[in-house]
């Protein structure tokens, strides 16, 4: 099975799904019809209800292959049963097998452990704070006026299982449990190949994985661009055109009607942007998922992803930053305080998830000690770390980063179900219902 365009297909049906069955006249006749079991038909409850089986399956992975056939990761037993040439015919290269290229250094093996962990701790949070709120919002009104929050507050739900998913990828290149090909009799170089293959199959999943986490991200943010234009409407409508309406032209009235418009749009220009390379990141990467699911194309498609991954990531990053700045600004105005109470306070952690989410993995690579640090280097001339330091290569980088995003979901959770106690958006009806 294709894990990453599975679940780019779900994530795209279900952000579709609630985005045409969130008007009232749709709540209003699914009650009608449906009575007491409508609730059972609404969107977070399938995509809950999917996320839940996710998630399980995923632990229960973790459960029976990391934390007793492998006994917690120990390193004798999965380098004897899965990373010894002469009983499993693995093609491992010089460095992968006499050198430390697939250690797992001791901090790094508990803190991968320990992640899971973290991350049930997590999605029983955050899915608290979501079924809490729906219940607390129950009327079709209200369904529609909250679609922002159960989005916000659900967030780390994706994230924490994606996240997970990708370090179940990066173990089994670690562990050498990727390992499944038959190679026995085999020339060296052969079993080489396929383990390049296989490794490559490996962190492209892992890649992609992480990928449909930060998709939902920019679902979230077009969310709260979306509630910031319709309150900037009022606003920007009160200055410029209601005030002396009857007075004007029809000429008059349609060019700052206009350039109301285009006030409102340069308002969320930071937001649109980081929403836009995102859909162009998220298409890509729909594609490359795609032309994966032939195993006879990753030797072409895997060098395409890493480039591609090389040209965006920085772009994305100067988008993230611009947008968090911009979520801070507008929250800043009243009108959009009138709207979301404690707008800023209630999306730091969400801001936070999304500078981590993009910026994390390339602070890790400044540490490569494979490709000579700089920033070990510098440690090491101010005598911050002395002597020979710890393999850390891309490998451990990647097993790092999803690790701790699983501990970084769950501050986020905290902090969500802590600032998000409070029972209502804000005070004023909007045009439209929360969502792009």
């Known amino acids: 099975m294709n894990e990453p365009l599975v679940s780019w297909t779900f994530l795209i049906v279900v952000l579709v799904w609630g985005s045409c069955t969130r008007s009232i006249e749709y709540q209003q006749g699914l009650t009608r019809k449906c009575g007491k079991f409508a609730p059972f038909l609404q969107w977070y409850f399938v995509a809950g209800f999917c996320l839940l089986l996710f998630f399980t399956r995923t632990l229960w992975d973790v459960i029976r292959f990391e934390y007793i056939h492998m006994n917690f ?35 790094l093996r508990w803190i991968s452990l320990l992640s899971p962990i973290a991350g049930l701790f997590t999605f029983g949070l955050a899915s608290y704070s979501t079924v809490q709120h729906i219940l607390a919002h129950e009327t079709v009104v209200e369904r529609g006026m909250e679609f922002l929050r159960t989005v916000v507050v659900g967030m780390p739900l994706v994230f924490v299982a994606m996240s997970l998913r990708a370090t179940i990828r ?23 190949g396929m383990w390049e293959d296989i490794k490559a199959a490996e962190i492209a999943t892992y890649e992609q994985d992480l990928q449909v986490a930060s998709a939902f991200q920019f679902f979230a943010v077009g969310c709260f661009g979306q509630v910031c234009k319709e309150a ?21 009235r ?33 594609i490359i998922a795609m032309i994966s699911s032939d195993p006879d194309n990753l030797p072409v498609i895997e060098p395409i992803q890493t480039k591609i991954i090389k040209i965006l990531d920085p772009v994305f990053l100067c988008a993230t930053v611009l947008s968090v700045v911009n979520m801070f600004l507008l929250a800043q105005i009243e009108e959009v305080k009138a709207v979301l109470p404690g707008a800023n306070t209630k999306f730091n952690a969400t801001r936070a998830l ?18 000579g640090s700089p920033a070990v280097n510098a440690l090491q001339h101010f005598n911050i770390i002395q002597g020979d330091t710890v393999y850390f290569g891309i490998h451990q980088i990647r097993l790092l980063h999803s690790s701790l995003l699983c501990f970084e979901c769950l501050i986020v959770a905290i902090l969500n179900h802590i600032v998000w106690m409070d029972k209502k958006v804000g005070n004023r009806d909007l045009e439209q219902p929360l969502n792009p």
């Open 73 to 107: 990761l120990n390193p004798d037993q999965y380098k004897e049963q899965h990373l010894d040439p002469d009983k499993t015919h693995i093609g491992l290269s010089h460095d992968e097998q006499y050198g430390n290229v697939l250690t797992i250094p001791s901090f």
């Open 170 to 192: 990066e173990w089994a290149v670690m562990t050498g449990t990727a390992w499944t090909a038959d190679c026995q009799g085999q020339a060296p170089a052969v079993c080489q």
């Open 232 to 252: 900037l409407k009022v606003m920007v409508n009160n200055n410029n055109i209601n005030n002396n309406d009857d007075q004007l032209s029809d000429d008059v």
């Open 254 to 286: 349609n060019r700052r009607r206009r350039d109301s418009s285009i006030l409102r749009q340069l308002a969320v220009l930071g937001l649109g942007a980081f929403v836009a390379l995102g859909i162009v990141k998220t298409v890509v990467n729909i």
């Open 354 to 371: 999304l500078l981590i989410g993009q910026g994390q993995l390339s602070v890790l690579r400044a540490f490569d000690t494979s490709k």
